[in-house]
């Protein structure tokens, strides 16, 4: 047994997968980048093999399930130690038990996987609302800071919320952003910080928004408690109601 | 501009913060060349300081009103500033808030300045702004103004995703006393004409393809009562609700703890603190009626009229109803194992779709998400009771009785 070192790509993953399956078996999979030698296990680096890729790919779709395909591919997304021997783990009893994986919960190849989905869909579905964009004049621009990669769980919703509009969407964290012209869009590398002018009717809107949300608390329900945990201080530093501006006495 | 919309932003969102329902869900919309869509699982934006989430720009078209309704801050009598936005106005704000992401949509109420039917007017022109100008796909909720003509609430319901008339008060007497210028009839007037809206917009819409363009709010209708402004008990509430969702066909009732704004004898004193786990607990209960297959008959019966504070109403329904319990987890049924204390509407189908494949063990139900703290006294797991004490109401009751305050949960 051996383990498979990837380029970090999800093609890069499957491709190990299949590698572990039809060269050496896998012992575990790991990012080639933050891999740290171990001199009981030997290692192999995989090349991304996209043909190779694409056929564990569509073997998960059709013998396993659609559904365990999203978990892994959430899996992936996330930013849990060992994520790729997990997912390895829970492909090998998939393979063998089919469709059933989905209904066992409680398996310690399947928790792990559906737990670690759950963060990840959970967090982009959170960012769906906490995302702000800035208006730029000649684009909408946003920054988030997000705990997993789930850049790509955000794109397709906000190319059709904001079909008529271009807009950036940079995940600061990871030096990537979502670019989108009308519909179409791409990811891309977007390292470096640009420091954007905004217009006056920018900074208006910003400050009607603080307002609105200040106004809205209601005095006698009072409960911070609840509200840090929907809303982490993470990531507050992005969201425009959260950072100092017009009137900062109720913002904390 | 933005000054005086910044002075008029300040009193408007201000009064319409006491209006609780603020979801964004339950339409699925994409964008057809505009702005703008809808998830049907609804989008929070961003959690207020009291921990609600917000979805919508809640705001008020005016707060000027003709009614002097008792609870209200904005009636009639009271001396506070005042201010009326102009439908461009609001619509402009909406866009802007929501090219930027802060907003799921707008949620526009309005106090009744002149009449029901020039304050409905100005309500429609807002919408046909947003959606024959703007294009505006997102979600929009109005607040029918009761007296207003039903004209104007049809034409407005076709451009609108979900309407409410508020009830406010959950009996005829209360409202008497509480509202003396609205009626029980000219509220249920207009939630009976949307209710048929949507009827007979359905089956339009399966006989002619093309029948209507528009669906009439497709989000649905939904309500709110004001909860401990008047003396009701929560069997009246809840039975009233039970009767909202039957007649009107009613997506959600929505509860608002009373919150002491106006001093009066027919009132709660203004230091009365809001009654939130009460809320709390009528949502609980009003959850059980719409997900769980439970009568509000079940809930509140003629002796119990009032929900118990320190126990939810799904647990005090199993300590009335002792001779059912426990039951075998390998064998109950989907509705048997909706009634078991702990178990949730997931953790009943992972058990249902678990149970298909192999036995399932008590080990296994915690990881099928079941709480097995309040579970275990009301189950056996392949026969084995893993209570520790005797199955019975007043044991159990000690066993789960809170050991510190009530923390205050919100639903939304
Ligand atoms: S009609 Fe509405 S705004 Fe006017 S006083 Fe009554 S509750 Fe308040």
Redo the contacts with the bound molecule.
């Keep these: 047994m051996i383990d498979y070192l990837y380029d970090g790509s999800f093609d890069g993953l499957l491709t190990a997968v299949y590698a572990s399956y039809y060269e050496e078996k896998a012992q575990g999979i790991f990012p080639q980048a933050a891999y740290q030698n171990n001199f009981f296990v030997p290692s192999r680096t995989v090349e991304t093999d996209l043909v190779k890729a694409e056929k564990v790919y569509h073997a998960i779709e059709r013998k396993i399930s659609d559904l365990s395909l999203k978990h892994i591919f959430y899996t992936y997304l996330s930013n849990e130690a060992n994520k790729e021997t997990k997912i390895l783990n829970y492909l090998q009893l998939g393979f063998k038990l089919g469709r059933q994986i989905d209904d066992l919960h409680a398996q310690p190849e399947v928790l792990p996987i559906r737990q670690t989905a759950r963060k990840v869909s959970f967090e982009a579905e959170r960012f769906l609302g906490l995302l702000r964009f800035k208006d730029t004049g000649s684009f909408l621009y946003a920054v988030l800071e997000p705990d997993h990669h789930i850049l790509i769980l955000l794109a397709d919703h906000f190319a059709d919320r904001l079909a008529q509009e271009r807009f950036i969407i940079h995940d600061r964290k990871r030096g990537l952003a979502v670019v989108s012209n009308c519909q179409d869009w791409y990811i891309t590398d977007f390292p470096e910080e640009i420091g954007f002018t905004y217009s006056e009717q920018e900074k208006d809107y910003q400050e009607l928004w603080r307002l609105y949300f200040s106004q809205i608390s209601i005095e006698n329900r009072k409960n911070k408690k609840l509200q840090t945990q929907f809303v982490p201080h993470r990531y507050r530093r992005h969201l425009t109601e959260f950072t100092t501006g017009y009137s900062d006495k109720n913002i904390n | 501009m933005v000054m005086g919309t910044l002075d008029k932003l300040a009193i408007l969102a201000d009064?319409a913060k006491y209006d609780v329902s603020c979801a964004s869900s339950g339409v699925e919309k994409k964008n057809k060349g505009g702005i703008g869509n809808s998830k049907a699982f609804g989008i929070c934006h961003t959690w207020s300081a009291d921990g609600r989430c917000v979805s919508l720009l809640k705001i008020l078209m005016t707060?000027y009103?003709?009614?002097?309704?008792t609870?209200?801050?904005?009636?009639?009598q009271n001396d506070i500033p005042r201010a009326s936005f102009t439908p461009r106005e609001i619509a402009d704000l909406a866009i802007g808030f929501y090219r930027r992401n802060y907003i799921e949509g707008l949620f526009l109420s309005?106090?009744?300045e002149h009449s029901p039917n020039k304050t409905m007017e100005r309500i429609y022109q807002v919408l046909d702004i947003l959606r024959n100008e703007y294009h505006f796909f997102g979600y929009i909720h109005v607040k029918v103004i009761p007296g207003a003509d039903p004209v104007l609430v049809k034409k407005t319901g076709l451009l609108a995703d979900r309407m409410s008339v508020?009830i406010?008060q959950p009996s005829e007497q209360s409202l008497k006393l509480l509202?003396p210028?609205?009626s029980l009839p000219a509220v249920l007037a207009p939630m009976n004409q949307i209710s048929d809206h949507i009827l007979q917009n359905a089956s339009e819409r399966r006989l002619y393809r093309h029948a209507q363009k528009n669906k009439f709010v497709p989000a649905g209708q939904s309500t709110q009562m004001i909860v401990g402004a008047s003396n009701d008990s929560d069997r009246v509430i809840v039975k009233a609700s039970e009767a909202l969702y039957q007649r009107f066909q009613l997506k959600r009732v929505y509860y608002s703890a009373y919150i002491p704004v106006n001093d009066s004898p027919l009132l709660p004193a203004l230091t009365t603190a809001p009654p939130l786990l009460r809320e709390h607990r009528l949502y609980q209960a009003d959850w059980l009626m719409r997900f769980y297959q439970f009568q509000a008959d079940e809930i509140v019966d003629e002796r119990t009229p009032f929900l118990e504070t320190d126990f939810d109403p799904k647990i005090s329904w199993a300590f009335r109803n002792m001779h059912l319990f426990p039951m075998e987890i390998n064998r109950a049924s989907y509705e048997e194992l909706l009634r078991v204390p702990g178990i949730g509407l997931i953790s009943a189908q992972r058990i249902i779709s678990q149970r298909r494949v192999a036995a399932i063990s008590y080990d296994h139900l915690k990881k099928i998400g079941v709480s097995l703290k309040r579970a275990r006294y009301f189950i056996t797991c392949q026969g084995h009771y893993y209570g520790a004490i005797p199955v019975e109401a007043g044991l159990i009751r000690r066993a789960l009785a809170p050991v510190q305050k009530p923390v205050q949960l919100t639903l939304f």
Excluded at chain 2, 65 to 69: A, D, K, M, S
Excluded at chain 2, 71 to 76: A, D, E, P, S, T
């Design positions: 009064g707060n009103c003709i009614y002097n309704c609870y209200c801050v904005n009636r009639n309005s106090g009744i508020n406010e509202a210028q609205k």
